[in-house]
DNA sequence: ACTTCGATCTCGTAC
DNA sequence: GTACGAGGTCGAAGT
């Protein structure tokens, strides 16, 4: 990893075009040869980047080209699509390279399968009167998350998410256009499940005669495993 | 800006939790208080990171909680939500600070809004008979692109996309749908614009009844400002 | 290789 | 502030 803090300007040119003035920043070149440009704020979004795979190459500045002569060089990065990122180097306060060697690489648990799980053990936590059928019912166009059943005995599709937006009620509108024309089923209601609901989505189900339901993962956490929770 | 090379352990409990096992990593505080950590390959996004605003405590290892006894110093970052990223430093490498100062920022072309704009000013580049009702026309799930009134006197709804693909196709078939039910409106037609249309898209929206446009985003930039044109 | 979908998304912008 | 849509998204999982 090479890390460098210089004065610079930068241009993109590819899907958009974009261009950064004169300034001072950090350029990331990592190992496998894709660049970032990052200024001293804002989240971990370069300002300009290049991913791999990719090829630069280098040249010294060429005073004919740069009147204001405050380069020093001029590097020219190229994708396989054409997309092209040309950095001029100013002034280099600082320039180091690193060998860090492979990562064992990220961890993670606890996204919106664990959710599902935690409602298939207990579907009454959305709807007092459901019990569930089956987890992840195949259909042609997809897995339904949850089949259940209501109390008074017709089917209910449940689709759940960690956040609750237009594109998942049109994916149960779809399970649901399906499942009411397997006539074995009978009345097959829908519930939209999720941790928060976006206003739109709601207006969208609500049309279609789709419940929403809210629910609280850490609630639903600490149901499930009382000695896990820290209050 | 501080950067940090550092043998390090990352652990991450928020929305999920993640662990990062010991590794050298490059280590980015930012003048905002934002942290990234990454490794030498993968694109731009961090193995593991905590926007601004959060607050980081620094404490010096204690040999009573870690056994192995690598351990140099502890960080913990919190923000609002309660989010935490704990990070172990075991041997630091190089640590290094900067003063970036305030960056000038990006400068962009050629979005969606302005691929929008320049069809609101002539809608005759979608199709000759058009003439624009209205931009951004608003219903309750959201807005039109462009609301506009073919030749003979029916309303067109169309929808602008850079690149299009079968969500806009969507999208645009829910206002239709919409707008369908406004009697005042009467008869109303659906033309999807993009600079490029995926065949799916194309498919699927032909299959609705809903026209399709590729339109030249250097043309009509070039038709707007002929004095911008390279060639 | 290509597609689909979630994300600790990030980022702009309108309300 | 909150909500919503778009992204040069990134990255993983499945086909």
């Given at each position: 990893m090479r890390l460098i803090i210089a004065r610079c300007q930068v241009d993109y040119a590819g899907k958009l075009t974009a261009h950064l003035p004169w300034a001072t920043r950090l350029i990331m070149v990592k190992a496998d040869g894709s660049i970032q440009i990052h200024a001293?704020?804002?989240?971990?979004?370069?300002?300009n980047w290049m991913s791999a795979p990719c090829l630069m190459t280098r040249q010294e500045a060429d005073p004919a080209l740069d009147?204001?002569?405050?380069?020093?060089e001029l590097w020219s990065v190229r994708n396989r699509s054409g997309d092209t990122l040309q950095i001029g180097l100013a002034e280099i306060l600082s320039d180091s390279a690193y060998e860090l060697g492979r990562d064992p690489g990220l961890r993670k648990d606890g996204v919106e399968k664990h959710l599902q799980r935690l409602l298939a053990e207990d579907p009454s936590a959305i709807r007092s009167d459901l019990s569930l059928v089956?987890?992840?019912?195949?259909?042609p166009i997809g897995p339904v998350d949850l089949l259940c059943r209501a109390g008074d005995g017709s089917y209910v599709a449940v689709e759940v998410k960690r956040r609750g937006e237009i594109d998942g009620v049109e994916q149960l509108t779809r399970y649901l256009e399906l499942l009411r024309?397997?006539?074995?089923?009978?009345r097959v209601e829908g519930v939209f499940v999720a941790q928060q609901i976006k206003p739109q989505a709601e207006v969208v189900a609500l049309d279609r005669g789709i419940a929403c339901v809210r629910v609280d993962y850490d609630a639903l956490r600490g149901a499930d495993h009382p000695e896990e929770r820290l209050f």
């Open positions: 001293d704020d804002g989240a971990y979004k370069p300002l009147p204001s002569g405050q380069l020093t089956q987890r992840e019912y195949q259909t024309r397997d006539s074995l089923l009978g």
